[in-house]
């Protein structure tokens, strides 16, 4: 890769915007286009779908598919895969105007821009298609509700510019979307569907980990629409005709309600009942005023979370980027989640934390969201029984926190990155003592904080040896955090960082006694 940037994005302090197509980068455009609100995500890709390079893309939070591997060759080689896992395509739409269906990969089109408006969380994207002569402006918009974490809508806006006619939709929600790492094909069993009213709905389970997901829409138009149910292949879905007259735009719109459920002591029908309720909750909901809610949420929120830099508008977009991105994949809403590897904007990386959640992600939550900063340490405690089984699993005691993982459960199928990195405990205790530097809630720390950094101490005193020579402590056969020294003995960092877990352990252990006096 070059070390220059290779721009192709319009510099603006709030926007991010692309003119043009530029298919060779479709991927990236994809990603840096996503949405999200910690409950779930999806990629910038074209909801009428595409015949180019593309990886249609949604996820939610901690829905993984759990695949076992073959028994091990040797003790602590970790077999068995969990990733997260690529749902449903919920955008899916196809439109016709003649004989012609649209893909940008081959129709003839014009004026392309895709703009994500940070300030207000709304994505959108327009264009003008010549379909045999026959000129129609369209126009997407999307966006995922922070409001309402089950929430997101989708519209389209048809506009005849030298013409008068039909256009034919097939929208739907499509539960045969691939998951494309691995060649794994598609993951989801479409298990239930049915309309209730103007509600129309869909149920996907995964085979192995047993987790559904279920979503909804309602179809809003600004002219009159007769849908008729359009299901096949795994999608659930309308297909209408709209009546277009040149010069006037046409709006269809679309309301999701979405839910997902990770508990396998409920029945299907349990949880189809329960994601049925959450859409008719929602039922009167229209898209302004649901569009809307969201808006003030970001309007709202970048109050208190802007960075401004001055006299450098590219650095002055970058940082909003970060920030926006950082707030859209996490802002501990539900302490089951945490950051996970590219958000919820892809499959690579599997979905999985990193130590870097703590080391790099969790000092911006603790400056400006500290419930948030509170709920990644929660995952940790929530996830400690996995640790101290992987410690077993190497033979040592304590807890031994996963090089990656969803569940708790280490998935590094590489042994020298899952084994011999053995800093990632120690950025979990890290993360503890900053948490209590900075926010001090001390009931947190002397509850669960402590019994973490005792587990974690544990570990580290069990993981290293006394020098026969200099019968100093230390680590032997490690991997440094560059990743680029394999069975290097006394790492600096490592060693470091595992002394001041330990020294900080004692001293909680120290003032515990004296809190309670207190």
């Not at 390079?53 to 901690?62: A, E, K, T």
């Not at 918009?141 to 030298?162: C, K, W, Y």
């Not at 969803?406 to 590094?412: K, L, P, Q």
């Not at 600096?492 to 001041?500: L, S």
Request: aromatic share 12%.
């Amino acid at each position: 890769m070059p070390k220059v940037a290779q721009r192709y994005l319009d510099v603006d302090p709030w926007v991010i915007r692309q003119r043009g197509l530029h298919p060779n980068r479709a991927r990236v455009s994809e990603a840096i286009f996503a949405l999200g609100n910690e409950y779930m995500g999806v990629r910038g890709y074209f909801d009428e779908g595409y015949g180019g390079d593309s990886l249609v893309g949604s996820f939610f939070n901690g829905v993984y598919e759990h695949i076992p591997g073959p028994e091990p060759m040797f003790r602590g080689i970790v077999t068995d895969q969990t990733f997260l896992a690529n749902s449903v395509d919920w955008l899916h739409t196809r439109i016709s105007l003649g004989r012609e269906t649209l893909d940008l990969a081959t129709s003839k089109i014009s004026g392309f821009v895709r703009t994500l408006d940070m300030r207000t969380g709304l994505m959108t994207r327009e264009f003008v298609w010549n379909a045999g002569g026959k000129k129609l402006h369209v126009t997407f918009q999307r966006f995922v509700s922070m409001a309402d974490p089950h929430a997101a809508g989708q519209r389209i806006t048809l506009e005849p510019l030298n013409f008068s006619g039909s256009v034919k939709l097939r929208v739907g929600m499509d539960f045969s979307n691939e998951h494309e790492e691995g060649d794994r094909g598609t993951l989801w069993r479409l298990i239930s569907s049915g309309r209730k009213g103007e509600v129309v709905a869909g149920m996907g389970k995964l085979p192995g980990s047993g987790f559904r997901v279920f979503t909804s829409y309602r179809l809003e138009c600004s002219q009159p629409i007769e849908p008729k149910p359009a299901d096949d292949d795994g999608v659930v879905g309308d297909e209408l005709t709209l009546k277009l007259r040149q010069g006037r735009p046409t709006t269809l719109d679309r309301l999701f309600c979405h839910y997902k459920e990770k508990s396998n002591r409920k029945t299907d029908a349990a949880v189809w009942q329960r994601g049925m309720d959450l859409a008719a909750k929602r039922a009167k909901l229209a898209y302004d005023e649901a569009a809307e809610k969201s808006v003030a949420y970001w309007l709202d929120v970048w109050g208190s979370l802007d960075v401004t830099i001055e006299g450098d508008p590219a650095n002055q977009q970058g940082i909003r980027f970060c920030i926006f991105n950082m707030h859209q994949t996490y802002h501990g809403v539900d302490p089951a989640n945490n950051v996970t590897a590219k958000g919820l904007t892809g499959e690579n990386y599997w979905g999985v934390a990193w130590w870097d959640t703590e080391t790099y992600c969790l000092p911006f939550y603790l400056f400006n969201n500290p419930r948030a900063a509170k709920n990644l340490l929660a995952y940790r405690y929530r996830t400690l029984g996995g640790a101290i089984r992987r410690a077993r699993q190497l033979d040592f005691r304590g807890a031994r926190y996963p090089m990656c993982t969803i569940d708790g459960d280490e998935v590094c199928g590489v042994w020298q990155h899952g084994d011999l990195e053995i800093h990632v405990s120690a950025a979990v205790a890290y993360g503890i003592r900053q948490y209590d530097r900075l926010i001090g809630d001390k009931e947190f720390l002397y509850s669960k904080g402590v019994e973490m950094l005792l587990q974690i101490s544990r570990y580290y005193a069990s993981r290293g040896e006394w020098s026969p020579l200099t019968r100093e402590f230390g680590f032997w056969r490690v991997m440094g955090a560059d990743e680029f020294h394999m069975m290097a003995h006394n790492n600096c960092y490592k060693n470091v960082m595992a002394a001041k877990a330990m020294q900080y352990t004692l001293d909680v252990m120290a003032e515990m006694p004296k809190a309670r006096v207190a």
